[in-house]
T-cell receptor, first 116, second 112 residues
Framework: DTEVTQTPKHLVMGMTNKKSLKCEQH?????MYWYKQKAKKPPELMFV???????INESVPSRFSPECPNSSLLNLHLHALQPEDSALYLC???????????????FGPGTRLLVL | DAKTTQPNSMESNEEEPVHLPCNHS???????IHWYRQLPSQGPEYVIH???SNVNNRMASLAIAEDRKSSTLILHRATLRDAAVYYC?????????????FGQGTRLTINP
């Protein structure tokens, strides 16, 4: 099973709402990633977790709060977002994030977020 | 970080070979060349990677120039399902190796 699942598929939220995106993988991977992709643009890395510890935060605003409760799950908590945060949010996983020059990242289908 | 340059778009016909070029003139000796593609309404998927030698797998072939300043992804017999954005990415063994930095990619259109 090389599947990364993401829920929900679509999300509409107001600027005062709090919501969470969920990502799950059962490949035994120990590295997980969040990317943001605006329309017609390439994905941009937001966060990297390796062995359930945050290893990279690409200077993402604090209204995005990642959480890795265990090695299979990755959440992205959203609070007080702006309309410009509307995008496709992609989750990915890889073996352990240690030999990343060779590691394949497996991506989920993404959550399409619209902030009103 | 070493950068890659790809054509914005390419077009080919079904059942014909496709050669997708990538220039990376500032590549370092430890940079691996990775290719991912993103089909419409899906997340990116891994295609192939290599360091110096040409590589083949069930999806594609990767031809790497002798000076490593360019590479070509080869789809031997394109199908409609190969229509996607193809990204050429350099990955270093050093610091920041966890980052997968996507460039603008090449949008490949396959005509029936």
């Amino acid at each position: 099973d090389t599947e990364v699942t993401q829920t929900p598929k679509h999300l509409v939220m107001g600027m005062t709402n709090k919501k969470s995106l969920k990502c799950e993988q059962h490949m035994g991977h120990r590295a997980m990633y969040w990317y943001k992709q605006k329309a017609k643009k390439p994905p941009e890395l937001m966060f990297v977790y390796s062995y359930e510890k945050l290893s990279i935060n690409e200077s993402v605003p604090s209204r995005f709060s990642p959480e890795c409760p265990n090695s299979s799950l990755l959440n992205l908590h959203l609070h007080a977002l702006q309309p410009e945060d509307s995008a496709l949010y992609l989750c990915a996983s890889s073996q352990d994030g240690l030999q990343t020059f060779q590691e394949t990242q497996y991506f989920g289908p993404g959550t399409r977020l619209l902030v009103l | 970080d070493a950068k890659t340059t790809q054509p914005n778009s390419m077009e080919s016909n079904e059942e014909e070979p496709v050669h997708l070029p990538c220039n990376h003139s500032t590549i370092s000796g430890t940079d691996y060349i990775h290719w991912y593609r993103q089909l419409p309404s899906q997340g990116p998927e891994y295609v192939i990677h290599g360091l110096t030698s040409n590589v083949n797998n069930r999806m594609a072939s990767l031809a790497i120039a002798e000076d490593r300043k360019s590479s070509t992804l080869i789809l031997h017999r394109a199908t409609l399902r190969d229509a996607a954005v193809y990204y050429c990415i350099l990955r270093d063994v050093g610091q920041g190796a966890q980052k997968l930095v996507f460039g603008q990619g090449t949008r490949l259109t396959i005509n029936p």
